[in-house]
Nanobody, 124 residues
Framework: QVQFADSGGGLVQPGGSLRLSCVVP????????FEWHRQAPGKQRELVAG???????NYADSVKGRFTISRDNAKNTVHLQMSSLKPDDTGVYYC??????????????????WGQGTQVTVSS
């Protein structure tokens, strides 16, 4: 398992925008889907957005219409464009991928790779 490099977090005022990015290691296996999760202090980690290889997307109800997940297969990057940010959007955001890989011994292995997380703070 190789940890992703996610970035783009920071401090932004309510109503502002941020764009998170995730760089995928070139040696990774087949990625079935990407997801962005977030975890706020005192709350459970929640799924924010997901995207499949077929470009189908899904979003948490709380971010629909404000967040957009996208992927660039050629550049091995995943993005989360966040607009109209609210204080409740504050938290650590994690990029992850559902991966399947054929090992040297011929056994398929499925696992999830995670980024280290990037802090998003929405405050005036």
């Amino acid at each position: 398992q190789v940890q992703f490099a996610d970035s783009g977090g920071g401090l932004v005022q309510p109503g502002g925008s941020l764009r998170l990015s995730c760089v995928v290691p070139g040696s990774i296996g087949t990625i079935r889907s990407f997801e962005w999760h977030r975890q706020a202090p005192g709350k459970q980690r929640e799924l924010v957005a997901g995207i499949t290889n077929g470009a189908a997307t899904n979003y948490a109800d709380s971010v629909k219409g404000r967040f957009t997940i996208s992927r660039d297969n050629a550049k091995n990057t995943v993005h989360l464009q966040m607009s109209s940010l609210k204080p409740d959007d504050t938290g650590v955001y994690y990029c992850s991928a559902d991966v399947v890989e054929l090992r040297r011994d011929g056994v398929f292995e499925a696992y999830r790779c995670w980024g280290q997380g990037t802090q998003v703070t929405v405050s005036s």
